[in-house]
């Protein structure tokens, strides 16, 4: 194609940007003072972008409490930013969190940037709200709730050790990419029941470049410009959502065929996958779209956040020795690495804190990460220090609390977090007890787009000379 075609489409795109943007600016411009002056005291930052930048740079850096410390000690815990385009109340208070989280579905709902719901489509279950979403999440829970089950926790087992046999008795390996294809593939054994192959590395390929996708800036008409990051998501989320489809359609036909939903005692049996559960789930109400979305964001929160919780577990053991011979790690990983940093949400209606009145149809981000390392909750709180945890008081006082967030809370609590959980506990216990390690190379943890290390962790592993697989 001459590339002279190319010009019409991008200057009207460029076009559409500039136009929205403005049109946003100005409208949020017209805020009454009255309404403004009772939102929490900030800085909106330069026009249209606001305070964007800085903090995206900030996350970029292994360091980027600044860019949430400076506001705090300027603002106090709740405080008005600009960011992703909208102006947005940002809160490191743990009790207006814990606010947010219980209000789900009533004074706020979720609202996140328009380039994750694009990518996750309207029906993902971070997506879906009341009594979709509580139908989803069920459906979740069912499947991915009981990791210690006999047949899932025999295949979590089977899957780690599969993976460690391929590594060399000396090999120097990116422990991140291996973790994420021990959680990769375990998310996709749960959704279809298609076991590690060329099938699910080439998923797995495309899900790398969506992911990028998640906080690029969604231009329009971006299938046009497959150069940008946001362009190239979008398509590799066709192909992910087409292979999906491809299986969804597979099993409806084989559904027909076999004449539909089993009946007596097979309804009371295990499903053999989430592609099962949601065939003869309501009736069989589901459309294929409705499948794919879900199926899609379940595969990002399995693919995503338990492999780099394996990875940061392994990283922060290496540099506490001490710690190996206990192994009271994942609750202090959660805190330190906060992989989820926080949630965003929406007023539906003037929300009243303290001396605040947030007004309808407003975005907040309520924190965790701000919460987590904060000194006022947590000794030290930017140490990792796992035998903080040896105390049960001390957990569960966090927890009710609302300072211990990992997971999220309310309604919207992560429901896979006990498999995460598990899956982590399997992966270190045959790591520790089979293998010696040291780093290969210095590397450090960045926040952006998602927490991970810069280099993927690189590490010289040893086979123990009495490991036998």
Known sequence: MDASALLPPLLAAAAAVLVAAALKWLSAGRLSKQVAARLPPGSTGLPLIGET????????????????????????????THVFGERTVFSADPAFNRLLLAAEGRTVDCSYPSSIATLLGAHSLLLTRGAAHKRLHSLTLTRLGRPASPPLLAHIDRLVLATMREWEPAATVRLLDEAKKITFNLTVKQLVNIEPGQWTESLRREYVKLIDGFFSIPFPFAYLLPFTTYGQALKARKKVAGALREVIRKRMDEKVENGGANGGDEDKREKKDMVEELLEAAGGSFSVEEMVDFCLSLLVAGYETTSVLMTLAVKFLTETPTALAQLKVINETLRVANLISGVFRRANTDIHFKDYIIPKGCKIFASFRAVHLNNEHYENARTFDPWRWQSKNKLQNAVGANLFTPFGGGPRLCPGYELARVVVSVFLHHLVTRFSWEEAEEDRLVFFPTTRTLKGYPINLRRRPDSVF
């Open 53 to 80: 930048l800085r903090l995206i740079s900030a996350y970029k850096t292994p360091n980027p409490e600044p860019f949430i410390d400076a506001r705090v000690a300027r603002h106090g815990g709740i405080f008005t």
